[in-house]
């Protein structure tokens, strides 16, 4: 069966420092793969997916940016987080148009 | 676009019906439901395909009217364990691979004893 795994669980982190968020899926070959942010109390805003290897879209502009280096990882980075970065941060896959996607744990990230 | 949920909350009492509407502006491919309980991650309920198709599972069901571009969830004989808020998901059915999940804002489902 597929697994999806996301770390850390919570992070804290200072303004200004760097960031990096993995993800990895197993059991599966070439998932699509993407990136949520949810706001306490909100919704969930789309911020990356792939669809394979070094192919990555972007859906909002900000200063965070996302790699996949292997077929079934997903990094997400920041060179330097802001505030407005805080927030619930979810890895998702699915195997193609039309089929669910599955959430990881996701990552608690609060800026200080 | 994103799709629009109503209500934006509901409080039920146990043993009560609910529904949860998803409407979009755009032609859909599918409609995605999920079920997300607080502090913790969404979980996949059902999907449902064009072709207006209607799904149960268990006591919640939904159904897709693909001409109106509008999706249903049902609760029926709520049960405790069913509060959470409520997410619905768009796929595009715009020419070309869509591989991206609209999600609207959600729906607080609040189930009382």
């Known amino acids: 069966s597929q697994t999806i795994h996301q770390w850390p669980a919570t992070l804290v982190q200072p303004v200004g420092s760097p960031l990096s968020l993995e993800c990895t899926v197993e059991g599966t070959s070439n998932p699509n793969l993407y990136w949520y942010r949810q706001a306490a109390g909100r919704g969930l805003q789309l911020l990356f997916y792939?669809?394979?290897?070094?192919?990555i879209s972007s859906e909002v502009p900000q200063n965070l940016s996302a790699s996949r280096p292997q077929d079934r990882q997903f990094i997400l980075s920041s060179k330097k987080l802001l505030l407005s970065d805080s927030g619930f941060y979810l890895c998702?896959?699915?195997?193609?148009?039309?089929?669910?996607?599955?959430f990881g744990d996701g990552t608690r990230l609060s800026i200080l | 676009q994103q799709p629009v949920q109503s209500p934006q909350a509901v409080i039920l009492r146990e043993g009560e019906d609910a529904v949860i509407n998803c409407s979009s502006s755009k032609a859909l491919y599918s409609v995605h439901w999920y079920r997300q309980k607080h502090g913790e991650a969404p979980v996949f309920l059902m999907i449902?395909?064009?072709?207006?198709e209607q799904k149960g599972h268990d006591k919640i069901s939904a159904s897709f009217n693909e001409k109106k571009q509008q999706s249903s969830l049902y609760l029926t004989a709520s049960q405790l364990s069913y509060s959470g808020t409520y997410f619905c998901g768009t796929e595009s059915a715009s020419g070309g691979s869509n591989y991206k999940l609209t999600f609207g804002k959600g729906t607080l489902l609040t189930v009382n004893p």
């Open positions: 792939s669809v394979g290897i070094g192919q």
């Open positions: 998702a896959w699915s195997k193609q148009i039309g089929q669910p996607q599955h």
């Open positions: 449902l395909l064009k072709g207006g």
